[in-house]
């Protein structure tokens, strides 16, 4: 891999690890709204899988001589800050419901179109395993959603 590609997978993989920072700060919103126990359990278990993938990432960018960024960046403050002015979740469903959205919509679908194309194979393969992780806990929250009585 010549520099100027070297420099191009650092920069994509930078950008998908602001993108895992900000599901682990989404974790953390949720965690902080759960009032069950099995729930913030659940919430607490995917935000442990989430750093596990994002070491994975910042190691990667590491292997390759770059340095890993370590939080959201401006874009994510902006989206963090503006949640602020969003009415929290109330209930088990609405907070699952959130957690399912944010993984399914930004963690997956998002970030894999967002690195498409522009890693070396390494890379991909990291990537690629950091989201069928994703797809597992989105599976498992569509499954606790279903188990949850219908208002």
């Known amino acids: 891999m010549d520099e100027k590609q070297r420099q191009r997978v650092i920069r994509e993989l930078n950008r998908f690890l602001r993108g895992r920072y ?7 919103y949720l965690i902080s709204h759960a009032k069950e126990p099995k729930v913030r359990e659940l919430l607490q278990e995917f935000q442990q ?3 596990l993938g994002a070491q994975k990432i910042a ?6 001589g ?5 939080g ?23 907070i699952l419901h959130d957690a399912l959205l944010g ?16 890693l070396d194979e390494e890379s991909k393969r990291i990537v690629d395993t950091v989201l069928e992780e994703d797809q ?3 599976d498992q929250l569509k499954k606790q959603l ?6």
């Open 22 to 28: 900000m599901g682990i700060h989404q974790y953390e």
């Open 49 to 51: 899988h989430a750093k």
């Open 59 to 64: 190691k990667r960018i590491q292997d390759l």
């Open 66 to 70: 770059g340095q890993a960024v370590d």
């Open 72 to 94: 959201v960046g401006v874009m994510g403050e902006l989206r963090e800050w503006m949640q602020t002015f969003r009415e929290p979740p109330q209930n088990s469903r609405d």
């Open 103 to 118: 993984e399914n919509k930004y963690g997956i679908h998002f970030s894999h179109r967002m690195v498409a194309g522009d």
């Open 136 to 138: 597992k806990r989105v």
């Open 146 to 151: 279903q188990l949850l009585p219908t208002p």
